[in-house]
């Protein structure tokens, strides 16, 4: 892609033009013509956060990475089958779990993506991710880890070798080209000036605010609608919120157990969720699934991988639906896992970490 | 009767000059292109303001319509033109919407599944640098380059559309395109 490609792309508004816009703007034209008066056509377009929509959706067309494929996802089942197994038990699980008390609430994420390398007919996948640990407290705490970029799978090491076993990657992104690096970096935990929040619909929560949040599933949806973030109004499918609000209170926030239980059991029924069953997750544990389909994001799902015996969240993950190009994933197959972010901590403490100087 | 065959399309400098003693058929002007030049401006300005300026534009082409080059077959250098001037006078606009791309590219980096991991490889962000490069260039320089990239004219057609030599096209656009790959150069090293 070269860089008149680029500016094509990135200055690419969603195409607003209406019959109306063009029926106004030719009978002024033809009103010009006959030499009759001429009304100034002002547009009736609302003006307010235009701009800001088209930002968002863009931000969501990017973020995506719209699948370049134009034959349609696999079709969901008609009748999905019922996904409230999945989601009634581990609501059940995690209601009962006692509420934890700590100075910290801290977490041990691992967050990952992947890429498509090599020659066609001789690609493989490699991986990298962020392993990050919070101390939500006053102070708060963070460290993350970058792993580097490597093969990912042992088939893909088999491959990798075969190519020669390289050690950094291009990657052309919007006709730029970059480097992806097998170097990790990053490591040491370090005390924040702020407090750490946490992203419920869009906007920023504090630990004390999660106390408050409903327990009843219909009051906790309620009041995630009620409170989004306007910004990506639109963008975002209602599902689609309230499947990323769920990760989040299920995934990192210290939500009490009865604001857990709410979250999965408020996902019972959304459109496009199914229960997929027994899974493992992108770091091989075993789980099960439940995915949700968005229109918003073709050619993949979103998957809650969570752990029976206790009903934790153990990860989420962003899968490919079809076999082909998935933006900047690359060419992938069925059942890619794309993306992932996956638990394998999330406690209350009383000790803060041990600091390191940067 | 016998009924126009489909390959009879007259050219646009044809139903200009006719236009000049029957003003209805500029319609046929309108109809070839309002969509297209409706969409140029929209890239440049947003859609609401497009709407407005993209009736101006076809406007003030009938106005114009005495004195269209009739030696010109095609009429989309000249709509173009007209466009871009109109757009000229939207400066503040042009920079609040290359700041909106910018927004939903670093918005994008934020959104993403792994928003820590890909924040790392600077995609996105070069995306954001590019609509801030493209912000930052001289009005000649921008017009010239996105007459090429988003209306897709020639070097010929962008000279006529801005009253312009094709020497004076091709230098600015030599001039565009260095800015824009130093900028970009200097966010494209994605390793961390």
């Known amino acids: 892609m070269n860089d ?84 009634v038990a581990a609501a059940e699980r995690i209601g009962s779990a006692p509420q934890g008390t700590g100075r910290f609430w801290t977490t041990h994420l691992q967050i990952g993506t992947t890429r498509v390398v090599g020659k ?21 705490y963070q460290g993350d880890r970058f792993s580097g970029w490597h093969p990912w799978r042992p088939v893909d090491r088999q491959t990798w070798r075969r190519d020669g076993a390289p050690g950094t990657w291009s990657e052309t992104v919007g ?72 990760e989040t209170l299920l995934l990192e926030a210290p939500a ?20 997929i069953g027994p899974v493992t997750d992108a770091l091989g544990r075993p789980g099960s699934a439940v995915a949700l389909r968005e229109p918003e994001r073709p050619g ?27 933006g900047r994933q690359g060419v992938r197959t069925a059942g890619d896992v794309l993306t992932y972010r996956a638990a394998l901590a999330a406690r209350w403490t009383n000790d803060p970490p041990k600091t390191s100087t940067p | 009767m016998t009924a126009p065959t489909p390959t009879a399309r007259s050219s646009d400098a044809d139903v200009i000059a006719e236009s000049r003693d029957r003003p209805d058929r500029f319609g046929v002007i309108f109809d070839r292109y309002f969509a297209d030049v409706h969409r140029y401006i929209e890239r440049r300005l947003g859609t609401d303001l497009a709407d407005d300026v993209a009736s101006d534009t076809f ?4 106005d114009k319509r005495h004195r269209y080059d009739l030696s010109r077959p095609d009429a989309r250098p000249w709509l173009y033109g007209i466009a871009t001037n109109l757009i000229g006078k939207h400066r503040r606009r042009q920079t609040a919407q290359f700041r909106a791309y910018k927004q939903a590219a670093m918005a994008a980096v934020d959104d993403d599944h792994a ?26 320089e921008r017009d010239v380059l996105l007459l090429l990239a988003l209306a897709e004219l020639t070097h010929q057609e962008i000279a006529e559309a801005l009253g312009i030599s094709y020497g004076t096209v091709g230098s600015r656009l030599s001039r565009a395109r260095a800015k824009l790959s130093r900028r970009l150069r200097r966010t494209s090293n994605l390793a961390p």
């Open chain 1, 120 to 140: 066609p007919g001789r690609s493989y996948v490699i991986e990298a991710n962020n392993d990050v640990r919070q101390w939500t407290g006053k102070p708060s």
């Open chain 2, 59 to 62: 406007l003030a082409a009938f």
């Open chain 2, 115 to 140: 928003d820590e991991v890909t924040a790392r490889l600077s995609a996105q962000l070069s995306r954001a640098a590019l609509a801030e490069a493209l912000a930052k260039l001289s009005a000649g």
């Open chain 1, 300 to 326: 993949t799902e979103r998957w809650l991988v969570v752990d029976r015996a206790t009903g934790r969240l153990l990860s989420t993950q962003e899968v490919a639906t079809r076999s082909g190009r998935i």
């Open chain 1, 256 to 275: 009490p157990p009865k604001v857990r239980s709410a979250a999965y059991r408020m996902l019972v029924g959304l459109p496009g969720l199914r229960e």
């Open chain 1, 4 to 87: 008149l490609d680029e500016i094509k792309n990135l200055m690419d508004p969603p195409p607003g033009l209406t019959d109306a816009t063009v029926q106004a703007a030719r009978s002024r034209l033809t009103a010009a013509a006959q030499g009759t008066a001429r009304p100034r056509v002002r547009s009736r377009r609302r003006r307010t956060g235009g701009l800001l929509a088209t930002a968002s959706v863009l931000a969501a067309a990017a973020a995506v990475a719209i699948p370049s494929l134009r034959d349609g996802d696999a079709p969901a089942p008609a009748a999905p089958e019922p996904s409230g197994n999945i989601l």
């Open chain 1, 175 to 246: 006709g730029l080209q970059g480097t992806l690096s097998s170097r990790a970096s990053g490591g040491g935990v370090q005390k924040l000036q702020e407090e750490l929040t946490f992203m419920l619909s869009g906007r920023k929560v504090t630990a004390d605010q999660l106390r408050t949040l409903p327990t009843e599933p219909a009051a906790l949806r309620d009041h995630l609608r009620r409170n989004r973030g306007p910004a990506k109004e639109g963008a975002i499918s209602d599902a689609g919120w309230l499947f990323a609000d769920a």
